[in-house]
């Protein structure tokens, strides 16, 4: 396995509420895996989405 782990696994286009128009935003995520059967879920706010994406 490499010491590092870089790259993009996803990328969400951010789209206007109102029109729902692209406003040609993206955040992007990184996806890491693991041997451990545990399940460990991440849910992203709309408030979290509006600092990821500096509005």
């Not at 935003?25 to 693991?34: G, N």
């Not at 879920?41 to 994406?53: E, F, G, K, P």
Request: net charge negative; hydrophobic share 40%.
């Amino acid at each position: 396995m490499f010491d590092i782990d870089i790259g993009i696994d996803a990328q969400v286009e951010i789209v206007d509420e109102d029109d729902e128009t692209s406003t040609g935003r993206f955040v992007a995520f990184q996806v890491k895996a693991t041997s451990v059967e545990e399940q460990n879920c991440r849910y992203v706010s709309t408030r979290q989405l509006a600092y990821l994406a500096g509005a």
